[in-house]
């Protein structure tokens, strides 16, 4: 029933295996690849049918994880899997990237590549695995894609270099490496770095390289045994309108590459091409997307020749010039930080907000649930290019160059505990003409400055581009919009002045050298330490200060023990601090405790309060405290936010205190002295040599109470404090007789003994009973 081929080898200490003829036979071709425990479906389909007038190759490539893969339940309200999340997103670039260059050019049919994780172990790299079962697919099915690629990433632990690192070891990583190539050459490279240098990442790029080769030639094996015929398409032949196109607009498309201006030389460029189609649809039969991309290769054809030629670019630049750069800062006054990054007729609006860990995005995916507290968008309006367009929500170029910025910025940005907060940037892309994603880069790092965000270093990017003709080559820092589509590469590098911190690689071709890619590296730190300089001209370092809107933020550890005091019972402390304050408390199990306040005010108040429910009292220092029960032998008194403490009748004065509740009584604020705990833990307070603020200690009653003149108790009051004394240790008899006398007494208004015979009982009750 099955026709199942099967071959592996061990790579890097683990075993891959490639399988086919056994799931999803009825696509083109489909190929299960596996390592440890992490397993991932790539099937191949594609049309047989060319969409008429079609210029461009419509090729989708898919990466979907579903949770089951995990063997979990999707987070949320909703448990069906919905849009890609931005990792599948991501992903599918990844594996779009080193694939799409490797295909025909004149084959313009539909090709759908769809990758789905089956299973996943937590530490197998399914974006790799992605990549290759992919490359084998195609290399197996009618599609005519006769190259051969393969994909590795690379770590840096402890200054070794990691193959295939585990999520745990990328965790501890400085390097985070994805490249994919052929034998002979380098495809794509994607990957994210703490300030590393040029020779280490050269190093890291040879090293992966080299280690893709056993799966190459694991492909090739496996492709003996199971490839298909390739489909005979029927190929476009566009060299005879490509040589009308050039003798006719030749030299008017030369001069239209002298205009500096971007619009004003797209507008010259419509006109020749539509002078052109009328000129030749009449007379020569052609179909238009022939025609297109005739007319695409003799532009690419002026444009190339003049660089390789001359060393003149389409805007009169040489190859290693950049565009002229203006930066600007705190545009926007109610924002926490703002920045407007301009070069030539590119230009980011970047905004820094600042929020609290309750801000932070949550991310849910196949590998787990995780807060991210560092966000950066990136827009890009269909204004930017001068279009007209409608406007929709971030699609996979607007989330892969966000990401980029995300790579470059976050090795700057200060640890959670040295500044703790969550930080969203948005890239609003205001005008565009190469190299938005790099602008942004330098636009964000602008505007964190102006907000007043530590960073540790400035951190710059630049776009750099290609021209490869056989033997001759240029490299181009800082492309534009045109040179990119009509060049070789686009090379995207962002550095700080001590290392590389992001670089993105994509080749329109079947791949560059090692030795072109070192010289494309070292250009692009040059061109990046440029456009550093200009930054810092401006500005070099984070204000001293955060801006005046932005939230304030402290941070501050408690005991763990206190964690329960702190938030109270049913959370009653922290929800009153949050409302009488207006702050918003994040607390951790550890005792970490993190205040967000909109000012300084309300943030030094809130502090203020929990400080105060979990300090630890100090020997010997005075507190201020409020009486919360009166007894016979003392007062308990609260201080230092929920402590409580006993000050004891003989500690309230020096003199003899006979009736407590003749000196103080519940809710009265006094002052009191720590004095250390009794052999039961009890706290213990003293008043004397205390200086007393309330306005009793200073009346006349409390200074004839420190004569020697004390108020004269009531007799009812000597008998509710003896009856509530003794009366758990009465005999029943007694406590009966006892309770009523407490009842007459209270009820008769007369309190004079010889004419109140009830009261005159009572007394003798007492001393019976109690003396």
């Avoid at 190093?203 to 496996?222: C, G, M, R, W, Y």
Wanted: with cysteine.
């Amino acid at each position: 029933m099955f026709n199942i081929v099967k071959k592996s080898i061990e790579w890097n200490g683990k075993k891959i295996e490639l399988e086919t003829g056994k799931i999803a036979r009825q696509a083109s071709a489909s190929v299960i690849v596996r390592m440890g425990e992490s397993t991932v479906l790539c099937t191949v389909t594609f049309s047989k049918n060319l969409k008429e007038g079609i210029d461009f190759f419509p090729l989708s490539v898919n990466y979907l994880e579903k949770y089951y893969a995990a063997g979990r339940f999707p987070g949320g309200f909703m448990k069906r899997e919905g849009k890609p999340s931005d990792r599948e997103t991501l992903i599918s670039r990844l594996i779009d990237r080193p694939i799409r260059p490797l295909f025909p050019e004149d084959f313009l049919y539909e090709v759908n590549v769809i990758c789905k994780v089956l299973s996943y172990d937590g530490n197998s790299p399914t974006d790799i695995l992605a990549i290759i079962g992919s490359a084998a697919a195609l290399k197996i099915s009618e599609v005519p894609f006769d190259n051969l690629l393969a994909a590795v990433r690379v770590g840096l632990i402890d200054n070794e270099f990691v193959l295939n690192p585990s999520t745990q070891e990328l965790e501890k990583s400085e390097l985070d490496l994805v490249i994919a190539g052929t034998n002979d050459s380098v495809l794509m490279i994607e990957s994210s770095a703490k300030e590393i240098d040029e020779e280490k990442l050269i190093s890291a790029i040879e090293i992966a390289h080299k280690n893709i080769q056993p799966v190459i030639k694991l492909i090739d094996e496996f492709a003996t045994d199971s490839k298909k015929d390739k489909y005979a398409y029927a190929k476009l032949d566009i060299q005879t309108i490509f040589e009308k196109l050039k003798k006719d607009h030749h030299t008017d498309i030369k001069k239209v590459y002298e205009i500096v201006d971007k619009s004003v030389r797209k507008e010259r460029l419509d006109a020749i091409y539509k002078e052109a189609f009328d000129n030749h649809s009449t007379k020569d039969g052609f179909e238009l997307n022939v025609f297109d991309l005739a007319y695409k290769k003799l532009r690419r054809e002026v444009v190339r020749d003049k660089i390789l030629d001359n060393n003149i670019r389409i805007d009169g630049r040489n190859s290693e010039e950049i565009r002229k750069i203006d930066c600007e800062i705190g545009l926007l006054p109610q924002t926490h930080g703002s920045s407007l990054f301009t070069r030539g007729e590119t230009q980011s609006l970047s905004i820094v907000t600042l929020g609290s860990q309750q801000d932070s995005q949550l991310r849910d995916d196949v590998t787990g649930t995780y807060n991210e507290r560092f966000m950066l968008h990136y827009n890009f309006p269909p204004y930017s290019v001068g279009e007209v367009g409608m406007l929709k929500p971030p699609g996979r170029r607007e989330i892969g160059h966000g990401k980029l910025a995300f790579k470059a910025v976050s090795p700057i940005l200060p640890k959670d505990e040295e500044f703790p907060y969550a930080i969203r940037i948005v890239s609003e892309i205001t005008e565009s003409n190469g190299s938005s994603s790099m602008a942004t880069v330098c636009a964000a790092t602008l505007a964190l400055m102006d907000a007043g965000v530590p960073i540790k270093t400035p951190v710059a990017g630049i776009a750099m581009g290609l021209i490869l003709e056989k033997d001759r080559h240029a490299i181009l820092s800082d492309i534009i919009g045109d040179e990119d589509a009509l060049g070789d590469m686009d090379f995207k590098v962002a550095s700080t002045k001590n290392g590389i911190t992001a670089l993105q690689m994509d080749i329109k071709i079947s791949g560059i050298t090692i030795e072109i890619m070192k010289k494309a590296i070292s250009q692009a730190k040059d061109g990046c330490n440029h456009i550093l300089s200009k930054m810092n001209e401006l500005i070099s370092m984070p204000k001293n200060e955060l801006n005046s809107s932005a939230p304030r933020i402290s941070s501050i550890k408690i005991n763990k023990d206190k964690i329960r005091d702190l938030i109270g019972p049913g959370g009653k402390n922290i929800k009153e601090i949050c409302e009488r304050t207006g702050v918003k408390i994040d607390i951790e199990d550890d005792g970490s405790v993190k205040i967000f306040a909109t000012d300084e005010k309300t943030l030094n108040e809130a502090l203020s309060s929990i400080e105060e429910i979990v300090a630890v009292p100090e020997m010997g220092k005075i507190y201020n405290a409020k009486i919360t029960k009166i007894m016979q032998f003392g007062a308990f008194a609260k201080f230092l936010g929920s402590n409580e403490g006993l000050v004891h009748v003989s500690e309230i004065s020096d003199r003899n205190i006979e009736n407590v509740d003749d000196v103080l009584s519940e809710g009265m604020i006094i002052n009191v002295k720590y004095v250390g705990t009794d052999h039961k833990g009890k706290v213990k307070l003293t008043m004397k040599n205390v200086e007393q603020s309330n306005e009793f200690f200073n009346s006349d009653s409390w200074k004839r109470l420190m004569e020697g003149e004390p108020k004269k108790q009531r007799p009812e009051k000597k008998f509710d404090q003896e009856f509530t004394r003794k009366k758990r240790v009465m005999p029943k008899q007694n406590y009966n007789k006892a309770s009523n006398f407490n009842k007459a007494i209270h009820h008769d208004k007369d309190k004079k003994e010889e004419k109140n015979p009830t009261l005159f009982n009572a007394k003798s009750f007492i001393k019976k009973l109690f003396n």
